[in-house]
């Protein structure tokens, strides 16, 4: 974590990641999910919370890129109660900038929830690589191999046909700029740890694939 030394001190916790994994049986680490708007990023990450915490009792949380969008990364127009000048400073858009510090925040968010021994999913569209592999440095970067992109590769005229949300309609009306895959590049990862081809399996399939992932690459520990 890079900071002025001089002004902000970073203090060493009393309880140490390997003591809360030790605990709690399992790594913790970053499941990042990623693909277009409607890929199931959530509906799979959701499931996988599920399972893992029924079979395997595992310390997990999702985090949800609509949710977040509720809260900590609102929207201008979320925030637009605070005052014009206010939203205009902190909401974030969708502009490539934005998004930037969307991923940015959401990426530190997820490396302290793994430093706290927690299987954290995050389900954000995150269409940038350079902005997903800052994420990946600063995950890795407090812990060897704890960053984990997982591609939910659905077609563009799957997300589109089943568009959940509306979105692809409104898109295509030229309702919503710079949206992605429409309007807006999407620039699938190179080397993602797991490549999820979501087409013709079901959600329930795809979760399974991740937990078996998990497990073959060590994240539960043996007792
Ligand atoms: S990201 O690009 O910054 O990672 P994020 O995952 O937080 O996006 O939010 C994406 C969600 O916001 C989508 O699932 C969709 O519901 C909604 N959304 C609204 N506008 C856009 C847009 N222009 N592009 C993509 N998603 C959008």
């Known amino acids: ?41 959530s509906t799979i990450a959701n499931l996988v919370d599920r399972m893992l915490v029924e079979k395997n009792r595992a310390h997990t949380f999702v985090l949800d890129g609509d949710n977040v969008r509720h809260g900590l990364n609102a929207t ?13 400073r902190f909401g974030l858009t969708f502009s ?18 793994a430093s706290a021994g927690l299987i954290t999913l995050t389900a954000f569209v995150s269409p940038y690589r350079a902005d997903r592999e800052a994420v990946r440095r600063q995950v890795n970067g407090s812990g060897d191999g704890r960053f ?3 591609f939910v590769d659905t077609p ?27 309007s807006d590049p999407y620039e699938p990862p190179e080397k993602p740890e797991l490549h999820l081809v979501n087409e013709g399996i079901t959600p329930e399939a795809a979760a399974k ?12 520990l043996s007792t």
């Not at 709690?24 to 693909?35: M, S």
């Not at 490539?96 to 929830?113: K, M, P, Q, T, Y």
């Open 1 to 41: 974590m890079t900071q002025d030394p001089t002004t902000v001190v970073w203090h060493d916790h009393a309880v140490s990641t390997a003591d809360r994994e030790k605990l709690n049986g399992h790594r913790g680490c970053v499941l990042w999910f990623t693909g277009l708007s409607g890929s199931g990023k």
């Open 76 to 88: 201008p127009e979320g925030l637009a109660t605070r005052g014009e000048e206010y939203a205009k």
């Open 96 to 113: 490539a900038e934005d998004r930037a510090e969307n991923i940015r925040r959401i990426g530190c968010v997820a490396e302290l929830f």
């Open 148 to 150: 984990f992109e997982i």
């Open 156 to 182: 563009i005229a799957i997300c589109e046909q089943r568009d959940p949300k509306g979105l692809y309609k409104k898109a295509r009306a030229g309702l919503i700029p710079n949206f992605t895959g429409i």
């Open 209 to 220: 694939q991740v937990v078996e992932f998990l497990s073959h690459n060590g994240v539960f």
